[in-house]
């Protein structure tokens, strides 16, 4: 018989001074999605630190390939998606409570047209926000979200109606947790700088390409404009900022060098995505113009990074290319990923 009592179990929950880095926002960051899975990570023991090394990944900000979704795969776990069309939530649904109420957690990305007090609700099928959902009783079904009050604790207790049910199109499962890593953050760098390197490189280029050829700023579709905001917030971010607290508490001076610039960058991506957060609201195309130099300034913020990078391993720049496409499908993929309703978008435009 185990020796575990309720006292040593330790909940879910969305706790500031517990979380990497979160200071004002849950957005400190970390997006919706990992802030999910960083709640997972430290209900197993991890620490803030831990969850720093656990979760960053060599850097790939343009992600290759036709997935757009979340990252699933992380040094600490898997995250495992299970996808099913608008207007077959329902058929989630049994497995959701199932996985709930036998203690898993699971990560819902609900369609908006029906999650409870959603922006979209009774309008567009959007799936813009995640939430972790760990409990289920008589009350409904508990969930962890970094919109909610944080008076209350980032928490929301949703009634289980028809419309609750419908909403769960998308879940996700934390599967196969590591222990947490305690390497040295010269460990971390020795196995996250050098892959980084040349995806860094390309990604700058195509950002630098994207400002000044594809987007003249003047006007920026509001669903392509929605994409850029997340994956600036739920990906370029995350990915800087895991980085550089990874790296974090170095002694070797390079080291140092590296966590410092991966942070500036994190931050001026942040600014980025959290002016177009507050530009949604004119649901104007001509307003993101106000967006365009920052893009160049998180440019620059990544060069600076990659120069650090190199002088880490010793090398040169790698060299690259881009012409700002490979950013624009990725853009494209990202607002139908969240905004599609199901179908493909029409042709999106830059001017």
């Known amino acids: 018989m185990s020796d575990t009592t309720a006292e040593d179990i330790r909940p879910y929950a969305f706790d500031p001074a517990a979380a990497l880095g979160w200071k004002n926002?849950?957005?400190?960051?970390?997006?919706?999605?990992?802030?999910?899975?960083?709640?997972?990570?430290?209900?197993?023991?991890?620490?803030?630190?831990?969850?720093?090394?656990?979760?960053?990944?060599?850097?790939?900000?343009?992600?290759?390939?036709?997935?757009?979704?979340?990252?699933?795969?992380?040094?600490?776990?898997?995250?495992?998606?299970?996808?099913?069309g608008i207007g077959s939530g329902r058929s989630h649904w049994p497995r959701v409570a199932e996985l709930v109420g036998s203690g898993t957690p699971v990560v819902l990305m609900p369609d908006g047209h029906h999650w409870p007090g959603d922006d979209h609700e009774g309008?567009?099928?959007?799936?813009?926000?995640?939430?972790?959902?760990?409990?289920?009783?008589?009350?409904?079904?508990?969930?962890?979200?970094?919109?909610?009050?944080?008076?209350?604790?980032?928490?929301?207790?949703?009634?289980?109606?028809?419309?609750?049910?419908?909403?769960?199109?998308?879940?996700?499962v934390v599967e196969r947790i590591a222990p947490p890593d305690a390497r040295r953050p010269e460990e971390a760098a020795a196995a996250l700088v050098p892959p980084s390197l040349v995806p860094l490189g390309e990604d700058v280029a195509e950002l630098r390409a994207f400002h000044g050829e594809v987007w003249s700023g003047a006007r920026l579709p509001l669903l392509l404009a929605k994409g850029m905001d997340v994956w600036v917030l739920g990906d370029v971010q995350p990915q800087l900022f895991l980085l550089g607290h990874a790296l974090a508490g170095a002694e070797e001076p390079r080291t140092v060098a590296v966590s410092r610039a991966a942070l500036a960058a994190a931050g001026r991506a942040q600014k980025l995505g959290l002016l177009l957060l507050g530009l949604h609201r004119y649901r104007s195309e001509g307003v993101y113009a106000m967006a365009h130099e920052e893009i160049?300034?998180?440019?620059?913020?990544?060069?600076?990074?990659?120069?650090?990078?190199?002088?880490?391993?010793?090398?040169?720049?790698?060299?690259?290319?881009?012409?700002?496409?490979?950013l624009a499908r990725r853009l494209r993929g990202e607002a139908e990923w969240c905004f599609g309703e199901g179908g493909p978008l029409p042709e999106l435009f830059f001017a």
């Not at 995640?130 to 604790?153: F, K, N, Q, S």
């Not at 913020?301 to 490979?326: F, I, N, V």
């Open 25 to 84: 926002i849950g957005l400190d960051g970390l997006g919706c999605f990992l802030r999910s899975v960083e709640a997972v990570l430290l209900q197993r023991g991890y620490g803030a630190d831990a969850v720093a090394r656990g979760l960053a990944v060599p850097l790939d900000l343009v992600r290759r390939g036709e997935w757009y979704g979340p990252m699933s795969d992380f040094p600490a776990c898997a995250v495992r998606w299970h996808l099913t």
């Open 123 to 172: 309008k567009e099928h959007y799936h813009h926000h995640m939430v972790l959902a760990h409990r289920i009783d008589d009350r409904g079904l508990h969930v962890l979200d970094t919109d909610a009050p944080a008076e209350d604790g980032h928490r929301r207790v949703l009634p289980v109606t028809g419309a609750l049910r419908e909403a769960c199109t998308r879940y996700a």
């Open 296 to 326: 160049a300034t998180l440019a620059n913020a990544l060069e600076a990074l990659l120069e650090a990078m190199c002088r880490h391993a010793g090398t040169g720049r790698p060299y690259a290319e881009g012409d700002g496409t490979r």
